[in-house]
Nanobody, 123 residues
Framework: QVHLVESGGGSVQPGESLGLSCAASGTGTIIRIGAMGWYRQAPGNQRELVVTIRYSGRSNYADSVKGRFTISRDNAKNTVYLQMNSLKPEDTAVYYC???????????????WGQGTQVTVSS
């Protein structure tokens, strides 16, 4: 089993910045995580992609956050980071960490989710 522990989030005003991080840990050794990323879900909406980053470092951003959000990962620490700048009220949502194609001593290509962290952008 793999657990994703998120940190960061909170409440900010429009135009401000916020950072999120997510660390993966397991009962055994994590051999490799294919892709890590962030999704978000606002009230009444479906969960949507924010950005993902592959093991190679290649990233895929939603159009709505391009130029404002930056994702990075530390493969040695199985941790992904999200720097959010120029935040807008429409960025308000619960942000979920995601890990795909996770290989450990007991898992093979599984997908895991974090518990979610609230981001609120309001004046």
């Amino acid at each position: 089993q793999v657990h994703l522990v998120e940190s960061g989030g909170g409440s900010v005003q429009p135009g401000e910045s916020l950072g999120l991080s997510c660390a993966a840990s397991g009962t055994g050794t994590i051999i490799r995580i294919g892709a890590m990323g962030w999704y978000r879900q606002a009230p009444g909406n479906q969960r949507e992609l924010v950005v993902t980053i592959r093991y190679s470092g290649r990233s895929n951003y939603a159009d709505s956050v391009k130029g404002r959000f930056t994702i990075s990962r530390d493969n040695a620490k199985n941790t992904v980071y999200l720097q959010m700048n120029s935040l807008k009220p429409e960025d308000t949502a619960v942000y979920y960490c995601n890990a795909q194609n996770v290989y450990t001593e007991s898992t093979s290509g599984d997908t895991f989710w974090g518990q979610g962290t609230q981001v609120t952008v309001s004046s």
